[in-house]
């Protein structure tokens, strides 16, 4: 397991969820990861898990982000993985017509100005070299309209096309720097824990949240997670500005009843 041998790998968001599956695939496959999160005891307890380094990024953080820069002067790969909700606090409305302006802000500003950070460190991390990979995790929410998530989906519809102008822009400086971007649909994180429960009504939760899913199931950290070994590797040197879902198959249609036995 050594497709990415030699190369430095830094995960925002890195201490749960997505980010902690990714930096352990990383490891995994020979990368020396940095692992970085708002909360620096996750992002050390992952970080002591698979071999790598920690250091604390809030990402809407343009200080730590030069901090980071310092530290790090060089990177091969950078995966902008943090990002939030907007519901971690509390539920409250996130539709079109009762958001409040200080909670749509709030949601671009970690999920929107901490990938164009990201993307702006990545690309001085990288050009040294001329080649690199960006992985900007987006969401299936960036692709359709979440009327009771609006901030969210704005934000990650933003990402998605950020990306392509990252691509773009690095191509045009004659940089093998490739720009690309993963959306996840239904995964199940510690973000869905407090919708599900732990008590018996749980799996019908479950079940209910991916009704319209055609393969009627979460999808995995670890499946996302291969999906960004992918495209950290060389394997993907043709691949920049595009994007690739990991939803199962809820983009394709409309979803479809399994056939009875």
């Known amino acids: 397991m050594s497709r990415l041998n030699d190369k430095t790998c830094i995960v925002t968001g890195g201490g749960r969820g997505i980010g902690a599956a990714i930096a352990r695939a990383f490891a995994r496959e020979g990368a020396t990861v940095v692992v970085t999160d708002k909360d620096e005891g996750s992002a050390a307890d992952v970080a002591r898990e698979i071999g790598g380094h920690h250091r604390r990024l809030d990402v809407a953080s343009e200080p730590d982000w030069a901090a980071l820069a310092e530290a790090w002067p060089a990177c091969d790969v950078l995966v902008n993985n943090a990002g939030?909700?907007?519901?971690?606090?509390?539920?409250?409305?996130h539709d079109p017509e009762h958001a409040s302006l200080a909670d749509w802000r709030a949601v671009h500003t970690v999920n929107l100005d901490g990938t164009f950070l990201g993307c702006r460190y990545a690309i001085?991390?990288?050009r040294a070299k001329g080649n690199g990979s960006i992985i900007n995790i987006s969401s299936r929410s960036g692709l359709v309209g979440v009327p009771a998530a609006a901030a969210y989906?704005?934000?990650?519809?933003?990402?998605?096309?950020?990306?392509k102008s990252v691509a773009l822009y690095?191509?045009?400086e004659g940089l093998k720097i490739r720009c690309n971007s993963i959306h996840p649909a239904a995964i199940l994180t510690p973000m869905w824990e407090p919708m599900l429960g732990d008590g018996p009504?749980?799996?019908?939760?479950?079940?209910?949240?991916v009704a319209d899913t055609p393969m009627r199931r979460f999808g995995t950290v670890e499946e996302v997670a291969a999906i960004a070994i992918l495209l950290a590797s060389d394997e993907a040197a043709y691949m920049t500005g595009t994007e690739l879902s990991v939803?199962?198959?809820?983009?394709?249609?409309?979803?479809?009843?399994p056939k009875a036995n």
């Open 153 to 163: 989906a704005s934000s990650k519809a933003a990402v998605r096309n950020h990306t």
């Open 124 to 126: 001085g991390a990288m």
């Open 201 to 209: 009504d749980r799996e019908a939760r479950m079940a209910a949240f």
């Open 170 to 172: 690095c191509a045009e």
């Open 84 to 93: 939030i909700t907007g519901f971690e606090e509390a539920m409250r409305p």
């Open 247 to 257: 939803d199962g198959g809820l983009l394709a249609g409309s979803a479809a009843a």
